[in-house]
């Protein structure tokens, strides 16, 4: 055997070639960022600072992926983490963790130090589909977790760095209490790691919808529960919004860099204008529809590409399988009472 | 130009045969190596020497598909040169690889250098993975020959990823079980 001990170096022709999984470049995944994207990220995260009020030099990955006002608001509820860690070439801050009953994420800021570092990061934006370090999260009993690492280039030449984790039957939350352990192993940063605690510190609401299905609501997620694997698939997602209260709809638009003419406006072009908003965030582009962060949508900077929210249906035990869709934006659960789901109004 | 015409331009060393095999299967070398290697510079120098490695087999080699052919020693290299660069680092660096669940799975007694014991046990692992209903297959297939993250598995096969989940360990457990029976020493 070629590779001692790796018997599926024995495998048939046959049973190779027939599970040859899809190619990757037709996937609908997650933020991956070409040349053109980080500079139109870039321009967009220029507007977004004209129209806020802190600096952009001092700007966390907070700020950069939802809006000025989200460090004040975590920090006014204590989830500001703010621990840094400094390799040779770059300062990485883990800025926050953000936890509900079925997600979590880690929000953190890369600071280059040197031009090797700088330029390290423009090489891999540019040639490496996005991907710059390598991440690995493991629980506590040293089992790596399944998350997803995303890059963002801000435009004052740091990296923000976004680790979305899922519970599951596997690492549910008596797992989470445990911690997940962070560690960058890439050249770079390489030693550099972090250990945090994912347990619920976001409030959360729930409303029935029907028989076998729940809808669930955080700040950062939509979650459909149910008690099948198939009827979570088949209610999916219809681009759900909300019902707001009074003033919450303002607030919102005010986190997404959205005037009210300009909502109106779309509104009356797209029904669904507003939803996708909510799970796009403020980097959405509705001419071109492309976007950068949200419910897992890459960033699409050439052509039209039908946004389509992706999400995996995944047993988290107790009989229950949850449907995951990540909000763009952080949502105040105090504007809303209720869910729009399709049409359909359903208040809490 | 199929395979088999790409193989006679390796048999008759004409230089062709590197580009045109480059051609039809760089991308998929270059994914079954980044699977494993998660980096793209690396993905590529691996696709590159196993096409040179492929010239200095083919002949006296003649595969039936050359893409598989590819891909397995796109595979293998890569794997190579994964534990070359873990080699020496302890901590950093060093996740397991979809292929260590399988670790204990290889007979204890086996002699790697005997091809009569290879070939029986390569005879006793495609009778079992053919034993496989056809989903099963794929996924057994795809995370541990193509190392696909469970994710990426779900996702292609449009189910979740604790069904994938469950599936892996069931066949595994069967696989075990079965090599038991053959007399394997696991």
């Known amino acids: 055997m070629k590779n001692e001990r790796d018997i599926m170096a024995l495998l048939d022709d046959s049973y190779i070639l027939e599970a040859e999984p899809v190619q990757r470049k037709q996937r609908k995944r997650k933020h991956r960022f070409s040349v053109a994207a980080a500079a139109v990220a870039a321009c967009l995260g220029m507007t977004a600072i004209t129209a806020g009020a802190v600096t952009i030099m001092n700007r966390n990955s907070t700020e950069f992926f939802y809006d000025s006002q989200a460090e004040e608001i975590l920090e006014s509820k204590g989830l500001m983490v703010s621990e840094t860690q400094t390799s040779k070439h770059f300062e990485i801050t883990l800025d926050t963790v953000l936890a509900d009953d079925y997600v979590c994420r880690a929000m953190l800021t890369a600071r280059p130090l040197d031009d090797t570092a700088k330029s390290f990061v423009e090489a891999c934006l540019a040639n490496n589909n996005g991907r710059v370090f390598d991440v690995c999260t493991k629980d506590g009993d040293g089992n790596r977790i399944l998350s997803s690492d995303l890059y963002y280039p801000d435009s004052n030449g740091d990296l923000v760095i976004v680790v979305e984790s899922a519970f599951d039957y596997f690492f549910n939350q008596s797992k989470a209490s445990e911690g997940i352990e962070l560690t960058f192993t890439s050249p770079m940063v390489s030693g550099l790691s972090f250990k945090y605690y994912p347990k619920k510190n976001l409030e959360s609401k729930t409303v029935k919808y029907s028989d076998d299905i729940t809808f669930y609501v955080s700040p950062i997620e939509l979650a459909t529960v149910g008690t099948s694997e198939e009827a979570v698939d088949k209610v999916g997602f219809r681009w759900s919004t909300f019902m707001w209260k009074e003033g919450g709809l303002d607030r919102f638009l005010e986190s997404v860099g959205i005037s009210r003419e300009e909502y109106d406006k779309q509104m009356k072009r797209n029904k669904w204008f507003e939803s996708r908003l909510v799970m796009l965030g403020k980097y959405w582009n509705a001419e071109k529809n492309t976007s950068l962060g949200g419910s897992g949508i890459g960033f699409y900077p050439e052509g039209h590409m039908e946004l389509m929210p992706e999400g995996y249906t995944d047993f988290v035990g107790e009989g229950r399988f949850v449907r995951v869709f990540w909000f763009g934006a952080l949502i105040d659960l105090d504007d809303i009472e209720g869910i729009i789901y399709g049409l359909e109004e359903i208040p809490f | ?186």
């Open chain 2, 1 to 186: 130009m199929d395979g088999q015409e790409c193989v006679e331009l390796f048999y008759t060393r004409n230089s062709r045969a590197l580009s045109e095999a480059a051609e039809q299967y760089g991308t998929y070398c270059k994914s079954v190596a980044l699977n494993i290697l998660r980096s793209e510079p690396d993905a590529e120098e691996c696709v590159n020497d196993a096409l040179m490695r492929a010239w200095e087999n083919i002949p006296p080699d003649r595969p039936d598909s050359l893409k598989a052919y590819l891909g397995s020693i796109t595979r293998n290299l890569a794997l190579d040169r994964l534990r070359a660069s873990r080699a020496g680092k302890r901590g950093a660096g060093s996740e397991p690889l979809p292929i260590d669940e399988l670790s204990d799975l290889a007979p204890s007694e086996l002699n790697v250098e005997s091809e009569l014991e290879l070939s029986e046990l390569r005879q006793r692992l495609n009778a079992f993975v053919g034993s496989l209903d056809p989903e099963s297959r794929a996924i057994f297939v795809r995370r541990y020959w193509y190392m696909q993250e469970i994710a990426e598995i779900a996702e292609q096969c449009g189910i979740g990823k604790s069904k994938v989940k469950m599936r892996l360990l069931r066949t595994r457990s069967k696989l075990r079980e079965y090599l038991k029976k053959e007399g394997y020493d696991l």
